[in-house]
C-alpha cells in the first residue's frame, strides 16, 4: 500500500474492542481485520464513513475532533455550522436563536455552511460546460464517497466534480471579507467547522483540500460534543439576526439537497454507503449512460444521519423540510444572484487546483515478476479457501484472508474451514497410525514393562 500517511479522524479504543468482526463485516472497503482478538484499521484503506462507529456494539470506534477550548488559541473566532445543526432542536427554536446560542458559545461570528452550500449548488450547472466532462458529474460534497471512489472505483476519479464542498467555499469567503474587514492577519483568524460526521472532520485536517491560506479550517467540532452545551443556552441566549442562508442552502443536509440544484438533467441522488456502492458498480460497468449527474451520500438520510450527531435522522430531516416551509412562509427564502455566483466562477475561488486522484496502492513485491508470483498464489490460495466470507478468519473476506497469507499477515488455518480440515487429517491419520501399532509406541510400552 502507498507510503503516505493519513490523517483519520475514525480510530480505535483498543480498551472496548472485543474483536467481535461487527466492523469488520460491515466496512465498505475492506479496511479492518481481527488479529489477537482486536480489531486492527489499515489506515490506507480508511475513508472515514464512520460506519464502524455506527455499528458496534461496544463503542469501541470513535471520531477524533477537536475540543471547544481549541477556539481560544485564536483572537477572532468563527463557526461555521453543518445545516444539519438546525436539524438537532425542536421547532420551538428559530434558526437564528439556534446560531445565536451557538455564538455565544465563544465565537464572534457565526457563518452558516448552509450558505456556501448553496453557491456550491447554484454553480453546478456551469460544470456541465467544461471542457473534456465525464459523465455523470459526481457530487464531491460528501468526502467519504470521494475517498469511496479513489480506493475502490478509481476509474471514476475523473467524474468527481472539481467544486470545492461548502464548507471550505464558506471558510474561504468568510475568511477574506473578515480579513479586510477587521485587518486582521490569518494567524489570528480561527475558523470551525461543527461537524456531523467523521468523513468531514478529515477533510478538514488534510492539507490536500487547501489551495491557499483563505481555504484553511483550524477545527472540526463534533454536533455531539457541543449540544449539551448548546441546549442550556437555548432558552436564555440574546437572539441576533444571523440567518442569511435560503432553504435551498440548508436542505443541503438532506439527500437529494444538492440535487435539487441541478435542473433539465437525468439524475440518481442515494444515501447509506451500501446504496452508493450498488449505484456506483453499476456506472462503473456503464449501465447507467443516461445518468448525468449522481449525489451519493455515505449515511442514510444525507448528513443528518451523521455518526456525530444527536437527533435521530427522520426526525431531524422532519425538522429541515418544516423549517424550509416556515422561511418561505416569512419572506426569508432570498437567493444569490446570478451575477454573483458568475463572479465567484470567474476567479475560481470555487473550484479545487487539484482534482482528486485515485489512491495509489503499494504493489505485492517491488520486483515485478515476484509481484505477479504472488498474484497467482492468491489466485491459487482463494480457491481453496470456502468462499463464504464469513469473517471468522478476521479478514473480510476469503480473497482478502488469501492476500494476507501472502504479504504474511494471516496463515491458511486463520480459516476455520481450514482448521477444521486439518485436524479431522491429523485425527484420521492418529487413528490410523494406532491401529496399525506404531513401532515408536510399542517399543515405548515394551521398555515401561521391563
Not at 457563518?111 to 448553496?118: F, I, N, S, T
Not at 461548502?166 to 468568510?174: C, E, Q
Not at 472540526?220 to 435560503?246: F, H, M, P, W
Not at 499477515?409 to 485436524?423: G, N, Q
Request: charged share 30%; hydrophobic share 35%; net charge neutral.
Amino acid at each position: 500500500m502507498e507510503n503516505r500517511k493519513f490523517f483519520h479522524s475514525v480510530y480505535l479504543d483498543t480498551d472496548k474492542c472485543l474483536g467481535c468482526t461487527t466492523c469488520l463485516r460491515n466496512c465498505p472497503t475492506g479496511a479492518i481485520r481481527v488479529r489477537g482478538g482486536k480489531a486492527k484499521i489499515i489506515q490506507s484503506k480508511c475513508i472515514d464513513c464512520g460506519e464502524c462507529i455506527r455499528i458496534c456494539p461496544h463503542h469501541a470506534k470513535k471520531a477524533r475532533t477537536d475540543s471547544l477550548k481549541c477556539i481560544k488559541d485564536y483572537p477572532y473566532r468563527v463557526a461555521i455550522p453543518a445545516p444539519t445543526l438546525i436539524g438537532q432542536f425542536g421547532l420551538k427554536y428559530s434558526i437564528d436563536r439556534i446560531l445565536s446560542a451557538l455564538k455565544s458559545l465563544g465565537f464572534d461570528e457565526v457563518v452558516e455552511v448552509a450558505y456556501g452550500a448553496e453557491i456550491v449548488g447554484r454553480a453546478i450547472p456551469a460544470e456541465y460546460g467544461r471542457d473534456n466532462l465525464l459523465l455523470p458529474v459526481i457530487s464531491s460534497a460528501c468526502p467519504a464517497v470521494s475517498k469511496l471512489i479513489q480506493v475502490r472505483f478509481p476509474e471514476l476519479t475523473g467524474n468527481i466534480s472539481t467544486l470545492k464542498s461548502p464548507m471550505g467555499v464558506t471558510a474561504r469567503l468568510a475568511r477574506k471579507r473578515i480579513e479586510k474587514e477587521k485587518g486582521l492577519a490569518q494567524k489570528d483568524i480561527g475558523i470551525f467547522f461543527i461537524t456531523p460526521c467523521a468523513a468531514k472532520a478529515t477533510e478538514v485536517k488534510d492539507p490536500d483540500n487547501w489551495d491557499d491560506a483563505y481555504d484553511v479550517i483550524n477545527g472540526a467540532i463534533s454536533i455531539k460534543d457541543i449540544y449539551g452545551a448548546l441546549r442550556s443556552v437555548l432558552r436564555t441566549v440574546d437572539e441576533k439576526n444571523i440567518q442569511k442562508a435560503s432553504s435551498m442552502g440548508f436542505g443541503w443536509a438532506l439527500s437529494g439537497g444538492e440535487s435539487r440544484f441541478v435542473q433539465n438533467r437525468q439524475l440518481i441522488h442515494v444515501d447509506g454507503i451500501s446504496n452508493v456502492i450498488r449505484i456506483l458498480d453499476e456506472i462503473e460497468n456503464g449501465n447507467l449512460e443516461d445518468i448525468e449527474f449522481f449525489e451519493g451520500l455515505a449515511c442514510i438520510g444525507g448528513c443528518v444521519g451523521g455518526c456525530l450527531t444527536v437527533e435521530n435522522s427522520f426526525v431531524a430531516r422532519m425538522v429541515i423540510e418544516e423549517r424550509a416551509k416556515q422561511v418561505k412562509s416569512h419572506g426569508k427564502d432570498v437567493m444569490l444572484e446570478d451575477v454573483v455566483i458568475k463572479k465567484w466562477l470567474d476567479e475560481e475561488r470555487l473550484h479545487r487546483r487539484h482534482p482528486l486522484q485515485p489512491r495509489v496502492f503499494k504493489p505485492l513485491d517491488d520486483d515485478f515478476q515476484k509481484s505477479l508470483d504472488k498474484m497467482q498464489q492468491i489466485e491459487i490460495l482463494e480457491s481453496r479457501l470456502p468462499g463464504l466470507d464469513c469473517g471468522s478468519c478476521g479478514a473480510p473476506g476469503c480473497r482478502a484472508l488469501a492476500e494476507d497469507i501472502v504479504t504474511g499477515h494471516a496463515r491458511e488455518i486463520d480459516c476455520v474451514f481450514v482448521l477444521k480440515d486439518r485436524v479431522l487429517e491429523l485425527s484420521k491419520l492418529t487413528s490410523e497410525m494406532l491401529q496399525m501399532g506404531h513401532p515408536m509406541e510399542s517399543d515405548g510400552t515394551d521398555k515401561e514393562k521391563e
